[in-house]
């Protein structure tokens, strides 16, 4: 599988943002995907993931509510949607899909970072 992330940029806080993750080579149907975070100099964080048979959803306690992970089967694409966001959110965000739930940073596939920068 490969992946394709985009979407990252420059937003006020308050702002939002929709983060595109495109699988190919192989469709996600039988995979859990999600995006991390990573801040230099720490280590990276699961910020949110769906298993993508079940649709199963996890949000670290930092985004819930703002945060919104979603996928379109027809297009393998995987978004989330970061809403009222802040400068703590700051970070390159990369996405990532593994055959086994949950994700973690072992996880077998991983596309480019997307940078998001979150100015006060």
């Known amino acids: 599988v490969q992946l394709q992330a985009s979407g990252g940029g420059l937003v006020q806080a308050g702002g939002s943002l929709r983060l595109s993750c495109v699988g190919s080579?192989?469709?996600?149907?039988?995979?859990?995907v999600g995006w991390f975070r990573q801040v230099a100099g720490k280590e990276r964080e699961l910020v949110a993931a769906?298993?993508?048979?079940?649709?199963?959803?996890y949000y670290t306690d930092s985004v819930k509510a703002r945060f919104t992970i979603s996928r379109d089967g027809a297009k393998n694409t995987v978004y989330l949607q970061m809403n009222s966001l802040e400068p703590e959110d700051t970070a390159v965000y990369y996405c990532?899909?593994?055959?086994?739930?949950?994700?973690?940073?072992?996880?077998?596939?991983w596309g480019q970072g997307t940078q998001v920068t979150v100015s006060s």
């Open positions: 990532a899909a593994d055959p086994v739930w949950p994700l973690t940073t072992r996880s077998d596939y």
């Open positions: 080579g192989r469709t996600f149907s039988r995979y859990a």
């Open positions: 769906i298993s993508w048979a079940y649709g199963r959803t």
